[in-house]
Each structure stands twice: as structure tokens, then as C-alpha cells.
């Protein structure tokens, strides 16, 4: 359990997850699998994941929760100027279910560093 703790502490574990997110956002949608989940579901938890990666390895409470609010309206932007045979477009709910995710993220890290840390002083 230290190792992945190690492993989770440095950058590349959110490195990676970002440029997971930003590689599927940018695929045509009829490549990506049919999984039974709302879309917005999937840019929430996405985007919790991607935020609870970026606090655990150190980085900056507020420049977490701003740059993911900004990378979410990228990737929607960037959707928009995809070619229209890839059936993406600018959705700014898709957007505010990627600010959700990453301030539910930034909350789970909250309450994990918590306990966390009272269960290390046990």
C-alpha cells in the first residue's frame, strides 16, 4: 500500500490521467464504448479523479480547482472544432459536470488527508 502512496505522490499518475481524458474527448464518439452511463456521469468522475491525482501529488488547492474548470471549457472548445464526422460539439453542460467532478475530487482529498493523517497518528 506504501508503493502505490509513492507512486501517487508523483506527477505522473495525473500527467497520465490528463492526457487519458484529453485523448478521449477527442476520439469520434461512435469509437467510444456504449457502457450503460450518462455522459455527464463520465465528465464528473473523470474529471474527480483527475483532481483528486492532481492535490495528492502536492499541487495547489486553487490552481487545481481553477486550471480543472479551464481544462474542462478546453476540451469542450476543442470539440467544437473537431471535424463534424466525429460528432462533437461544444456542450457547456459537459463543462459544468467537469467543474463539478474536479470540486468533488478537491472533497474526497479533503476528508482522505483527514483520516489519513489521524490514522497515522493511531
Not at 2 to 29: D, E, H, N
Not at 74 to 84: A, D, G, H, T, Y
Not at 92 to 103: E, Q, R
Request: glycine share 6%; charged share 15%; net charge neutral.
Amino acid at each position: 500500500m506504501q508503493k502505490i502512496f509513492q507512486i501517487l505522490q508523483t506527477k505522473y499518475p495525473a500527467i497520465i490521467w490528463t492526457v487519458i481524458i484529453f485523448t478521449l474527448c477527442s476520439l469520434p464518439s461512435k469509437e467510444l464504448p456504449e457502457h450503460g452511463t450518462s455522459d455527464k456521469f463520465d465528465h464528473f468522475a473523470a474529471f474527480a479523479i483527475w483532481s483528486f491525482l492532481w492535490l495528492f501529488n502536492g499541487s495547489k488547492s486553487l490552481w487545481v480547482i481553477l486550471s480543472g474548470i479551464a481544462f474542462g471549457l478546453l476540451i469542450e472548445f476543442w470539440q467544437k472544432n473537431l471535424p463534424v464526422e466525429f460528432n462533437r460539439s461544444f456542450d457547456l453542460f459537459d463543462a459544468l459536470a467537469d467543474s463539478i467532478g474536479v470540486l468533488l475530487g478537491f472533497g474526497v482529498y479533503v476528508v482522505f488527508t483527514r483520516f489519513q493523517s489521524k490514522f497515522n497518528k493511531a
